[in-house]
């Protein structure tokens, strides 16, 4: 109460709708669908190799041209969010994956496979910087964490379904049958994405106290900010080399962990099922926790500096045992070690994304996350390369879990180093 008069920020706590958790929800949505997508190629690489003899070279290849395009379209998302917005930038991305998904169908060799990984590629890169714009546009910035953690879990949801359902159709149908089956079907997400999507301000769902709880943060410059500028600066940095050493590792997760459960357990396409599912299970739980974490510590008093920072060494911690994964001969014990570090690395992703509206005017947000997304794709590239010379030449997997179990402490080294404080960067 001041000079009488409720303080419209304190209506706004206890009167506050809901609409953006629907928002959110939308964006979980399109996020569970991005990686059913992507996932689709490591889950179906047994069948694939077989069907098309790939080696592990040529698989690897396929993937690097994914992690090529990604990196060219993050950072050229991450623009196009800022300069067009989300509702429309993330539309065009949609549309770009889904024609690139159908076209997997069409595809017979190696050159076809990672053209149209390509073009997935590039379109896919629109989703975390139209999502990290969409949360900054519609959450304050003690939500975001929470937000973010929430949109991010449709990622292991995504590669919870992907297991379960892309084996039955293929049985059933065969496997060019699945990537036209699961594209076609997406697109109702478009339709519902344009008719609800729109800024707070321009929103006629959205409650006078709604909209006063998400702009109760200071007014930010709404004026676009070059790269230049953003590139010279130490925390676009700070964010960009942690996404540059943990973006690789959700990678080999993705795409080389089904392929790995089938040969080390001699599990089939449709057996690995239930231990995937487990594994991102714990996935989602920690994407969740993470921004849960984060809020918790901010909530009880510690500076956001601490809250991001502390959170992230515990799920680095947590990922260390991953090192003796491939010397695991019990499948669910095994399940469970790389469990814990596929949930930590989500809960440790959760709050790496909300550093660029930690640091960054709401102008460049979407910038920024680009930059970080390009940098984690060529990380990304340098994992694939890596992973087929190594499976090829060794047939090991233990020098890729090694990479795995140390990548978050050099993540979390170069943040701190970079952002001793995590104060807004003053040079933009």
Known sequence: M???????????????????WGIVALLFTAT????????????????????????E?????????????????????????????????????????????????????????????FGLGLGESGNFPASIKAVTEWFPARERALAIGVFNAGANVGAIITPLVVPIITVTYGWRAAFIITGLVSLLWLVAWLMMYRRPSEHPRVT???????????????????????????????????????????????FW???????????????????????????????????WLSGRFINAGKSVNYARKMTMFICACAVVPVFFAQSIDNLWLAVLVIGVATAAHQAFSANLYTLP???????????????????????????????????????????????????????????????PKLARAQEV
């Open 2 to 20: 001041e000079n009488g008069r409720a303080d419209p920020i304190a209506g706004a706590v206890a009167r506050a709708g809901r609409y953006r």
């Open 32 to 55: 569970v669908i991005n990686y059913v997508d992507r996932q689709m190629i490591g889950v179906l690489k047994p069948t694939l190799s077989a069907d098309l003899g790939w080696s």
């Open 57 to 117: 070279t040529d698989f690897a290849d396929v993937i690097f041209f994914f992690q090529f395009a990604y990196a060219i379209g993050y950072l050229g998302f991450g623009r196009i969010m800022d300069v067009i917005g989300a509702r429309f930038g993330y539309a065009i991305a949609f549309v770009i994956w889904q024609i690139a998904h159908i076209a997997h169908g069409g595809a017979y060799s190696v050159t076809q496979f990672a053209m149209a990984r």
């Open 208 to 254: 006078n106290e709604e909209r006063a709880w998400i702009e109760q943060d200071p007014a930010d410059p709404v004026t676009a900010i070059p790269w230049k500028r953003l590139i010279r600066v130490r925390e676009t940095w700070a964010y960009a080399l942690g996404k540059f050493f943990i973006d690789p590792i959700w990678w080999f997760f993705l």
């Open 257 to 291: 962990l089904p392929g790995y459960l089938g040969e080390r357990y001699d599990l089939d396409l449709l057996s690995f099922g239930p231990p995937l599912v487990a594994i991102y299970l714990l996935s989602d739980l920690g994407s969740v926790a993470g921004g």
């Open 357 to 419: 509206s930690d640091l960054f005017p709401r102008a460049a947000v979407g910038s920024v996350v680009g930059i970080g997304g390009t940098v984690g794709a060529i990380g990304g590239m340098l994992m694939a390369k890596y992973a087929g010379y190594v499976l090829d030449s060794i047939g090991s997997y233990v020098p890729l879990f090694a990479v795995a179990g140390s990548a978050y402490f050099l993540a979390l080294l170069c943040v701190h180093l970079l952002s």
